[in-house]
C-alpha cells in the first residue's frame, strides 16, 4: 500500500540518522528562523525538512526520518503522492486561480459534487470552501447563528477549533491560546466533553442557570478531540448530543477537520456512532496537504443566507480543487480500509508497550490512524516526543501530556513495525533515564513551555 521511496533513501534505510541531531545545517537554519520568524510558532522540535515521499522525510543535513506526524495529520495520501502531484501540475498549467467568490469556478462546483456525495448527511447537501480548517469554523459559526437567529454556542473543554477570533473563542485545549487576547466572542460556553453522564449539563446547567435551549444556535463538537489529547468519547455521547439538538432546535457541527477524510479507519469519525450532523467541517487531510478547507451542510441551512454573506478571496482554489479530487478517489480507493487495519496494528503493538511501563504509559487510545498515548507527565511525554526524533521518528504531541500517532493513510505493515519499535525503544529510554533524556531536550532548545504546564 505504501509508496516506495527510492527517489529520496535509494538503498538506505528509513530512517536513517547520519549527523548529530540537530544536524550543523539545521542548527544553521534554526538560527536564521529566529531572526525573521514570529516567535508565536510553537515549533516542537528542530527539524528542518526538504524532501519527502510517502512517509520518508529528509532533512537539510540529510538524515532520513519516518514520518508519524504527517503534517499535524494534513498529508493524508504520504509526501508528493504521483496522483496528488500530477493533478497539482496539470491545473497548475491550466489556470492557477481565479476567485469562486465571485465567478463560476468549474473546478470549486466539482468538489463540492464529491464532498457531499460522501458526507454522513442524508438529504441535499450545499457545500462552502474556504482555504484553512478555521476558516471554516468561523464560516460555521457565521451560518449557525443567521440560519437559527440565536446568539449562544456551545463548544467542549479540551476542544481545538483554530486560531482565528471566532475560533479561538471555541478552543478550550489550552489557556495560553486565550492569554492576552479577551475579551473573546461573546456567547459560547464550554461544556464537558466524553462522558455520557456528562450530558446532564445541559439541562442541569446551562439551559437551567445560563442560557434558554431556545436562544442555543449551535453545538460543535470533535468526534474525537485532537489537539486536546486524542481523546474518544463514550459511546453513548454522540448519540446524545444529537438527542439535545432535535430536543430543542439546535444545529449539531461535527469538527472533523482532523477527524475526517478517513483518518480514523471511516471516512467520518461519526460514522463510528452513527450519528449525523446538520454540519460537518473538514479540512486537513482532504487535499493532501493543499490549502483547503469545507463546510457541509444541509442544503436549507445554507439557503438561508444569499449573495454576499459569506465569501474567500482564495477558498477552493484550483490547484488545491484538484489535489481534493485526486485525494478522495485514493481514499476511496483503498486507503480508508488501510487506515482502518494499520490502526489495529499500532494499538496491538502499543498494549503490551503500556503493560511494560505502567508507571509511565497511563493510557492508550484512538480509532485507526488517530492514535494517542496519554503519558504520566507532560515531561514524560515532551521527552519521549524527543527520544522518538533522536530516532528518526517523528511525532507530535497533543493534550497535557500525551502523544500522538498520526501516519499518513498510506502507512505499510512493514512501516508500522518500524515505527512501533522506535516508538517502544524511545519510551525505555525515558523510563531508564528520564532526567537525562529531558536534558537533552533542554539542551537542544526544543522544550516549550513544560515547566508552565506542569
Not at 45 to 68: A, C, K, M, Q
Not at 235 to 243: E, I, K, M, V
Request: proline fraction near 6%.
Amino acid at each position: 500500500m505504501s509508496i516506495p521511496s527510492s527517489r529520496i533513501a535509494g538503498d538506505r534505510p528509513v530512517p536513517d540518522i547520519v549527523t548529530e541531531l540537530p544536524g550543523p545545517k539545521a542548527r544553521a537554519h534554526v538560527a536564521f528562523d529566529e531572526t525573521w520568524t514570529s516567535p508565536s510558532l510553537p515549533r516542537a522540535y528542530p527539524i528542518v525538512p526538504v524532501r519527502g515521499e510517502g512517509l520518508t522525510v529528509e532533512d537539510i543535513d540529510g538524515n532520513l526520518f519516518l514520518d508519524f506526524a504527517a503534517g499535524i495529520a494534513v498529508t493524508s495520501t504520504g509526501h508528493a503522492h504521483p496522483k496528488v502531484v500530477a493533478a497539482i501540475q496539470e491545473q497548475a498549467s491550466k489556470l492557477l486561480h481565479f476567485s469562486a467568490s465571485d465567478f463560476y469556478l468549474p473546478i470549486y462546483a466539482e468538489v463540492c459534487r464529491e464532498l457531499a456525495r460522501i458526507a454522513p448527511i442524508d438529504g441535499r447537501l450545499r457545500v462552502y470552501l474556504g482555504n484553512s480548517g478555521t476558516e471554516v469554523v468561523e464560516a460555521a459559526i457565521k451560518l449557525a447563528r443567521y440560519a437559527t437567529k440565536r446568539p449562544y454556542v456551545v463548544a467542549f473543554l479540551g476542544a481545538f477549533h483554530g486560531r482565528t477570533y471566532g475560533s479561538v473563542s471555541l478552543t478550550a485545549s489550552k489557556a495560553k491560546y486565550h492569554a492576552g487576547f479577551g475579551p473573546l466572542l461573546p456567547g459560547i460556553f464550554h461544556a464537558p466533553y466524553g462522558r455520557v453522564e456528562d450530558l446532564r449539563w445541559f439541562h442541569e446547567v446551562l439551559f437551567d442557570k445560563l442560557a434558554p435551549a431556545d436562544e442555543v444556535a449551535a453545538i460543535i463538537v470533535e468526534p474525537i478531540q485532537g489537539e486536546g489529547g486524542y481523546l474518544v468519547p463514550e459511546d453513548g455521547f454522540l448519540q446524545g448530543l444529537r438527542r439535545i439538538c432535535d430536543q430543542h432546535g439546535i444545529l449539531l457541527i461535527a469538527d472533523e477537520i482532523q477527524s475526517g477524510a478517513g483518518r480514523t479507519g471511516k471516512m467520518w469519525a461519526v460514522e463510528h456512532w452513527g450519528v449525523e450532523p446538520d454540519i460537518l467541517l473538514a479540512a486537513k487531510g482532504i487535499a493532501s496537504g493543499m490549502t483547503l478547507g469545507a463546510l457541509i451542510a444541509k442544503a436549507e441551512l445554507l439557503e438561508r443566507w444569499g449573495p454576499g454573506a459569506h465569501g474567500s478571496t482564495y477558498g477552493g482554489n484550483p490547484v488545491a480543487c484538484a489535489a481534493a479530487l485526486a485525494t478522495i478517489e485514493l481514499l476511496e480507493g483503498g486507503l480508508v480500509e488501510n487506515a482502518a487495519h494499520r490502526g489495529e496494528q499500532a494499538l496491538a503493538g502499543l498494549r503490551p508497550l503500556q503493560a511494560r511501563f505502567p508507571g509511565l504509559i497511563r493510557d492508550v487510545r484512538g480509532r485507526g490512524l488517530m492514535i494517542g498515548v496519554e503519558f504520566d507527565t507532560p515531561e514524560h511525554a515532551e521527552a519521549v516526543q524527543w527520544a522518538a526524533f533522536e530516532r528518526g521518528l517523528l511525532v507530535l504531541e497533543c493534550g497535557r501530556s500525551s502523544v500522538r500517532l498520526s501516519p499518513a493513510l498510506i502507512v505499510s505493515e512493514a512501516e508500522m513495525a518500524t515505527a512501533l519499535a522506535l516508538f517502544g525503544g524511545a519510551v525505555a529510554s525515558v523510563a531508564g533515564r528520564g532526567s537525562e533524556v529531558l536534558a537533552e531536550v533542554r539542551h537542544a532548545g526544543a522544550l516549550h513551555e513544560v515547566e508552565a504546564a506542569g
